[in-house]
């Protein structure tokens, strides 16, 4: 069965101090795998996905298919951070099964 | 340019009564996806149309949902009889095509539902 699994509901870091939020998934397919952001009193957004390879505001995510992991990093969080963060395993269709998500409070 | 919109931003109702939400897509949209989320159930899928037509509609919770889909536009999602375990927030999102991939998803700003 497909499953998304954020193991930490809450993230507490310093301004400057590396964050990383885990993700597993379990999937019998080929994954496509994002991350979704949503900062406070804001929509939902796309932070980044894993075809794209890319960086986004400092953040980074690389695809272990041997692991299953999905994890998000940072090397220096910043105050504008603070947010909630969804691991999302999409399938062909376009439908996203999310993660329970991970809050960041990021504290100067 | 406009993003999705979806009204009413707050809905509340008393149980057993119907309630319909409302979704404008980015025009030119031809996906769009609705999801709910709840305390007890986080982030869930709950249907999907291309352009008229629900192909999937597995993640629905009851018969006592139902949505549509008009002009490959304006989508409404249909609360029969609602019950206190609905409450949530109702998200809806369109992309340029169905799939995943490099169609990026854009989420409206959700409809708050409360059932009494």
């Known amino acids: 069965a497909q499953r998304v699994t954020q193991p930490e509901k809450l993230l507490s870091v310093f301004k400057g101090a590396p964050v990383e939020l885990k993700c597993n998934y379990s999937?019998?397919?080929?994954?496509?795998l994002f991350w979704y952001v949503q900062y406070s009193r804001q929509r939902l957004q796309l932070l980044l996905r894993?075809?794209s390879r890319e960086s986004i505001k400092g953040f980074t995510a690389d695809l272990n298919k041997g692991e299953t992991s999905f994890h998000l990093k940072k090397p220096f969080a910043q105050e504008e951070d603070s947010a909630m963060y969804y691991c999302a395993l999409g399938d062909s269709w376009g439908k996203l099964q999310f993660g329970a998500g991970t809050q960041v409070v990021v504290t100067p | 340019g406009a993003g999705v919109s979806q009204s009413p931003s707050n809905k509340v109702t008393e149980k057993g009564k119907d309630v319909e939400l409302r979704c404008d897509p980015i025009?030119?949209?031809?996906?769009l996806y609705w999801y709910r989320q709840s305390l007890g159930q986080g982030l869930e899928f709950l249907i999907y149309f291309q352009g008229n037509s629900a192909p999937d509609k597995s993640g629905l919770p009851s018969d006592r949902f139902s949505a549509e889909r008009t002009g490959g536009s304006v989508s409404t999602l249909t609360i029969q009889r609602t019950q206190q375990e609905d409450s949530a927030v109702y998200l809806c999102?369109?992309?340029?095509?169905?799939?995943?991939?490099?169609?990026?998803?854009?989420f409206g700003p959700g409809t708050r539902l409360t059932v009494l």
């Open positions: 894993h075809i």
């Open positions: 025009s030119g949209h031809t996906a």
């Open positions: 999102a369109s992309s340029l095509a169905v799939g995943g991939g490099y169609n990026e998803q854009f």
């Open positions: 999937y019998s397919g080929s994954p496509e």
